[in-house]
């Protein structure tokens, strides 16, 4: 798996997993939500992404 499908996937999982919080624990992991879209947004628009940075530590190769 490529650094770029492992961000994604990370993301999309941690995206599933505050809405399932916020379904069945409290209505305030809404706001795990929305600094999960903030982190997208910022790491779109600056370049630097702090789970690419861990991922890559962990051995993850960039795609071409």
Partial sequence: M???RAVMF???VMVLLSVALT???SPY???FTVF???N???SSVTGFC??????KKFGFKTGC
Avoid: E, N, Y
Wanted: proline content about 4%; aromatic content about 24%; hydrophobic content about 70%.
């Fill in 2 to 4: 490529t650094l770029d």
């Fill in 10 to 12: 990370f993301a999309g």
């Fill in 23 to 25: 379904l069945w624990v």
């Fill in 29 to 31: 992991f809404f706001w």
């Fill in 36 to 38: 999960i879209g903030a």
């Fill in 40 to 42: 997208l947004i910022q």
């Fill in 50 to 55: 702090p789970a690419a940075s861990i991922f």
